[in-house]
T-cell receptor, first 115, second 113 residues
Framework: NAGVTQTPKFRVLKTGQSMTLLCAQDMNHEYMYWYRQDPGMGLRLIHYSVGEGTTAKGEVPDGYNVSRLKKQNFLLGLESAAPSQTSVYFC??????????????FGQGTRLTVV | QQQVKQSPQSLIVQKGGISIINCAYENTAFDYFPWYQQFPGKGPALLIAIRPDVSEKKEGRFTISFNKSAKQFSLHIMDSQPGDSATYFCAASMSSSARQLTFGSGTQLTVLP
């Protein structure tokens, strides 16, 4: 059981380049999330999805786009990378069912550096 | 707008001591309060969680104390061990908002041998 898998694990981009981060979960979770982690600021929500074909903005959505074409996958895109997007990105998934542990499971993270 | 405030930023404890991390929240609609543990290079992992209808939850050496009227909750680690050295995050979410987690800023705990 892999849980939540993120690819790639590391990436260096030049300012203005684009890239897509892939998140895959095998727990059949309806909810998926993208967070970024910066020193001293905890994790902040970028975008989230409550089901296949749906997406919504979180706290810090500017400069990012997302898509959820399949229930198990959640993609995070950077169209034109900026140094301010240097961060560690985490994908997470959870179930909305109140009878199930509402724990959110996190991936291992993607460390992105924009130069 | 930081809705969950966490303190201290860093904490150094001797082996066998008690580690205490505090959090305060603003939004009374939060109905789930988890604590996450994160080791370097890893993603956060759920440590223990509490709902606002109870004032305390204990799992092994880890205890959450919850004060609904003060809008505060804390993590107590009893008999702290060097293996507990990690970053701890408090968080809060609400069932009406897709279980989005609002995190505190984190506490880096170091337990000295």
């Amino acid at each position: 059981n892999a849980g939540v898998t993120q690819t790639p694990k590391f990436r260096v981009l030049k300012t203005g380049q684009s890239m897509t981060l892939l998140c895959a979960q095998d727990m059949n979770h309806e909810y998926m999330y993208w967070y970024r982690q910066d020193p001293g600021m905890g994790l902040r929500l970028i975008h989230y999805s409550v089901g296949e074909g749906t997406t919504a903005k979180g706290e810090v959505p500017d400069g990012y786009n997302v898509s959820r074409l399949k229930k198990q996958n959640f993609l995070l895109g950077l169209e034109s990378a900026a140094p301010s997007q240097t961060s560690v990105y985490f994908c997470a998934s959870s179930s909305p069912r109140v009878s199930v542990n509402t724990e959110a499971f996190f991936g291992q993270g993607t460390r992105l550096t924009v130069v | 707008q930081q809705q969950v405030k966490q303190s201290p930023q860093s904490l150094i404890v001797q082996k066998g001591g008690i580690s205490i991390i505090n959090c305060a929240y603003e939004n009374t609609a939060f109905d789930y309060f988890p604590w996450y543990q994160q080791f370097p290079g890893k993603g956060p992992a759920l440590l223990i969680a509490i709902r606002p209808d109870v004032s305390e939850k204990k799992e092994g050496r880890f205890t959450i104390s919850f004060n609904k009227s003060a809008k505060q909750f804390s993590l107590h680690i009893m008999d702290s061990q060097p293996g507990d050295s990690a970053t701890y995050f408090c968080a809060a979410s609400m069932s009406s908002s897709a279980r989005q987690l609002t995190f505190g800023s984190g506490t880096q705990l170091t337990v000295l041998p």
